[in-house]
């Protein structure tokens, strides 16, 4: 009874009802399993047990201190984003050591904590920011362990937002300029060149692209090895899909590594994966109450639920699907309905055009597969104080972080 399953009609997670969680902590509330969480890194790490490899954990996709404890209890190394995900790595008991660094405009200060801390790599994103790093490393007398990320210019075939690995997009490298970077970067006495980087986008379903982006540095890394510059490893970054919808296809874990280890197999180095959404995703669901409901005048229903884009903004942002059931659904005819929150925009939904169980104002629904950028992208909009977080170990749900109270919000005017 491991993750979200309907026991005896209603919604539970690791066999707990939802709706004990609900009565106890309130709605909204993010739910985590940490029995799927700890099933899906043992899958993912085991499908690449055949190759020297890292899992550097994105905690970009939920960074929760206690989900990233648990990521780490499991194994994962880290892979931090900003200076904040960086202080969550380190007090998650991450060493620097594990920790690679990614990010277009990571600032000054981000930089002299990242070299100071002498971490696993700073992805350098520009030339800039190369000598940037340079400089500081010099300053403090160290010498920073630096990766380069590339931009191969392929198209990851998921939503046009979540694509990173084009060439018109702002992250990386061109294949073009690459070559004289890690040769310069490699005549620098203050850099390390330690690997090369490369991640394509996210909600990737098919391995094409993600075999093509690691294809091309591994290319590369061939072509400088050849010239004399010891890499260590090859970091291809995270990305890999989710089933949002029932009998949508994915990728599994299996069918990528199968398709990325020949490739990184042939250059001898580490390999380094950076998965968030595939680990945590479909192990964290929000339950939600139902606090309105109306009828349009073509008979279609408005479900309106406490839970809004600031708990979950992927519907907003993306047109993302999410399934969202009630928790204890009722007998009757279903009904068409929007599915949506109580924030003053249009574009807040959760879920549009579906075809629901019939429900009631006080009843529960599960809105699932959020533990991946979900509580992580939530916001205080409307100032709306942020929900809670519930983490089932065992069968034993235990608050990870604490409801916000408007008072939480408002300490911080002056
Ligand atoms: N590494 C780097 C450098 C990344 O930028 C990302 C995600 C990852 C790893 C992890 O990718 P994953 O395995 O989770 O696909 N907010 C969007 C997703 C943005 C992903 C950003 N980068 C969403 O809700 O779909």
Known sequence: MTGFLRLQNEWTCDGTPLSGIAHTFGTPTHVYSAALLTERYRAYDAAFSDIRHRVHYAIKANATLAVVRHMRQLGAAGDANSGGELEVALRAGFSPAEV??????????????????????????????????????????????????????????????????????????????????????????????VGLHVHIGSQITSAEPLAKGAAVVADLARQ??????????????????????????????????????????????????????????????????????????????????????????????????????PVTPRPGEPILADIVGPVCETTDTLGVGRTVAPVEVGDLMVVRDTGAYGAVMASNYNRRPMAAEVLVESGAPRLIRRRQTVDDILQWDL
């Open 224 to 325: 400088l090895m050849a010239n004399g510059i010891p890499l260590e490893h090859l970091d291809v970054g995270g990305g890999l899909g989710i089933e949002y919808q029932d009998s949508q296809p994915v990728l599994s874990p299996d069918a990528y590594a199968a398709a990325l280890m020949p490739i990184v197999r042939s250059t001898g180095l580490t390999l380094l994966l950076e998965p968030g959404r595939w680990l945590v995703g479909p192990a964290g669901a929000i339950v939600t109450e139902v606090v309105d409901l109306k009828r349009r005048p073509d008979g279609k229903w408005f479900v309106i639920v406490d839970a809004g884009m600031t708990d979950l903004m992927r519907p907003a942002l993306y047109g993302a699907f999410h399934r969202i059931e």
């Open 100 to 193: 690679v660094f990614t990010g277009v405009g990571k600032t000054h200060a981000e930089l002299e904590r990242a070299v100071a801390l002498d971490l696993a790599a700073i992805n350098a994103e520009s030339l800039g920011e190369v000598d940037r790093i340079a400089a500081i490393a010099q300053a403090q007398g160290r010498q920073a362990r630096v990766a380069l990320r590339i931009n191969p210019d392929v198209d990851a075939g998921s939503h046009p937002h979540i694509s990173t690995g084009s060439r018109i997009t702002k992250f990386g490298v061109s294949l073009d300029d690459a070559p004289n970077m890690v040769m310069a970067m490699a005549s620098k006495a203050s850099l390390k060149v």
